[in-house]
């Protein structure tokens, strides 16, 4: 390493998994870079048994397979040598901070972890180049159109710079569609597969809405509402912050009407 000036060990880590809540999904692949003050490196790399079926919509993302890690360590048996990896380390990796690091410290919760990674240092890929290189409607029209935008903000501007830099994009990327209908599926490549504009239910191949998260994850709102339990989530759920789209169908659910795809 050429630049990054190092005074403890700094362990780059990446991890991939059945889904993206930190708080309940589960670990499938972890690999880790552990690099030393004077430069030595180790690397840890596995796939992982989660316990619990991978979601077909998080194969898709890494290709991983419930069959692919049937015989593959638990986190728990991997757990020491993860734990040795990361001992006295700062942590690194691209959305390590907002996600693989909030979701490794519940896996080592839920195995009774003995390494506390309460304010470990962390470093953050992602958010250095999120700072660093603006990702807003002025950058987009300098980097595709190599011009300024004049009256950034004002309504009637950033319609006629998006115009400009849709066009650009078009002819830039050769796999990018160029007819309306085709574009329209690029841009929404999961029109269709939820129920609510928030993506809290899907649907199921049955065309039942199921839930994407909490305790119910990947049940279908109808069973739910069979059980004096779900129920009570269900009215749980309307005293809490969700939008009303997702409470109209909560509130018809409990009147016994489900969606209809």
Not at 60 to 86: N, W
Not at 135 to 154: I, M, N, P, W
Request: proline share 5%.
């Amino acid at each position: 390493m050429k630049n990054l000036k190092l005074d403890r060990p700094l362990a780059i880590f990446d991890l991939e998994t059945t889904g993206i809540d930190p708080d309940k999904d589960r670990i499938v692949q972890i690999a880790i870079i552990r690099v030393e003050p004077d430069g030595r490196r180790k690397t840890f790399e596995t796939l992982v048994n989660p316990g619990v079926p991978i979601p077909p919509e998080a194969s898709k993302v890494h290709g991983i397979h419930d069959s692919d890690v049937q015989d593959m360590p638990t986190f728990s048996q991997i757990r020491p040598e993860v734990e040795e990896y990361l001992r006295d380390a700062a942590l690194g990796g691209f959305n390590s901070i907002n996600f693989d690091t909030p979701l490794l410290v519940a896996e080592l919760k839920r195995c009774e972890g003995e390494l506390d990674l309460t304010g470990v240092r962390q470093v953050d890929a992602m958010r250095i180049f999120h700072t660093k290189e603006r990702r807003d409607l002025t950058a987009a029209y300098r980097f595709y159109c190599d011009k300024e935008l004049v009256g950034a903000h004002s309504a009637l501007a950033d319609t006629s710079a998006t115009l400009d830099i849709l066009d650009a994009q078009l002819g830039r990327y050769e796999d990018v569609p160029k007819e309306i209908e085709a574009l329209h599926t690029y841009c929404n490549p999961h029109e269709g597969k939820y129920v609510d504009r928030r993506r809290k239910f899907l649907w199921n191949d049955s065309e039942e809405a199921v839930f994407t998260f909490g305790k119910y994850k990947n049940q279908s709102l109808n069973e739910v509402c069979k059980d004096q339990k779900g129920r009570g989530y269900l009215e749980w759920m309307l005293g809490k912050d969700f939008n009303e789209e997702v409470k109209d169908i909560l509130r018809s659910a409990l009147d016994g009407v489900f969606p209809r795809k």
